[in-house]
């Protein structure tokens, strides 16, 4: 049964004394039997944060340490205070300055990757990083994990993962080549929910046959604009009548997992500071 909530909320503003700016605070009431994702709409990286019911919060990537006060804008937004691990997916987000700078400040105990990055993590951070491989989990609780679906050392690949929560799945693509496409046309994959897709550039695409493998009911893409994508995905994506759902034009985009179903909730960026041309 599929079961989707798009909401539009609006929030009071209050000042932020941290960056002088107005910032809409949003408060996704995670409770016992709950979990969230957050897909912040930096303009560099594709940034996330899981959101626990016991109030622990798991970094996706971290974005460039050039535009960290937009980081901080919406980490401010979501009341994030705590990063109990960070989880880099792919070469292109690895960014040393953030990662040391994040780590620093949460005190970040562990950071997670896909085995074939580990060559690409800096140094000093080889100590907290823990590797995982194909087919391999990770858990976050008793509850919630995520499970490695493809890890890809190729160009244009890097971790894809799963996290099943009850009977519904996110799955996060990092990976866009042919040589991936046929691993994961491999996997089994119908039951997947919500997928975030991966654009490395506007003349690649997910594909009919791997879209329709995957057959999701909502589609998450860090872009600002429909014309900015791939005529074929977008074709696909409107056939299979898929809710799609941009970074850029929907602003802060989090949806929050229970037992029965899930929500999308969208939040107005009106307001925000930060305007993604590309």
């Known amino acids: 049964m599929r079961v989707i909530i798009s909401v539009m909320v609006s929030f009071l ?19 016992q039997e709950e979990y969230a994702i957050s897909f912040l709409p930096v303009q560099k990286g594709e940034v996330a944060v899981l959101h626990l019911a016991s109030g622990d919060h798991y970094m996706i990537n971290t ?8 980081l901080y804008y919406y980490f401010n937004q979501i009341h994030i205070d705590n990063i109990k691990g960070l989880i880099i997916t792919e070469k292109s987000e690895v960014d040393e300055k953030m990662m040391d700078e994040l780590v620093k400040k949460f005190s ?29 989990t990770y858990t976050f609780s008793d509850e919630l994990a995520m499970r490695a679906v493809h890890d890809g050392n190729e160009i244009g690949e890097g971790l894809d993962f799963s996290i099943t929560f009850f009977h519904h799945r996110f799955l996060w693509l990092s990976s866009q080549s042919s040589h991936s496409e046929g691993v994961l046309l491999m996997k089994p994959l119908k039951n997947v929910n919500i997928v975030k897709i991966p654009v490395h550039s506007k003349s690649e695409s997910m594909s009919h046959r791997l879209l329709e493998h995957v057959d999701p009911q909502t589609a998450v893409v860090y872009r600002s604009k429909e014309r900015l994508l791939n005529g074929d995905m977008l074709e696909a994506i409107n056939e299979a009548w898929i809710d799609l759902y941009l970074t850029g034009q929907h602003g802060l ?14 939040f107005d960026q009106e307001d925000g500071v930060f305007k993604d041309e590309g």
């Open 108 to 136: 970040i105990k562990e950071i997670v990757a896909g085995e074939s990055l580990e060559p690409y993590i800096p140094q000093q951070f080889l100590p907290i990083l823990h590797t995982i491989q194909e087919d391999q």
């Open 253 to 266: 985009i989090a949806v929050k997992f229970n037992k029965r179903n899930y929500e999308v909730l969208t």
């Open 63 to 70: 974005g460039s340490f050039r535009d960290r006060n937009q």
């Open 13 to 31: 503003l209050v000042i932020s004394n941290a960056y002088g700016m107005k910032v809409p605070k949003v408060d996704l009431h995670v409770t």
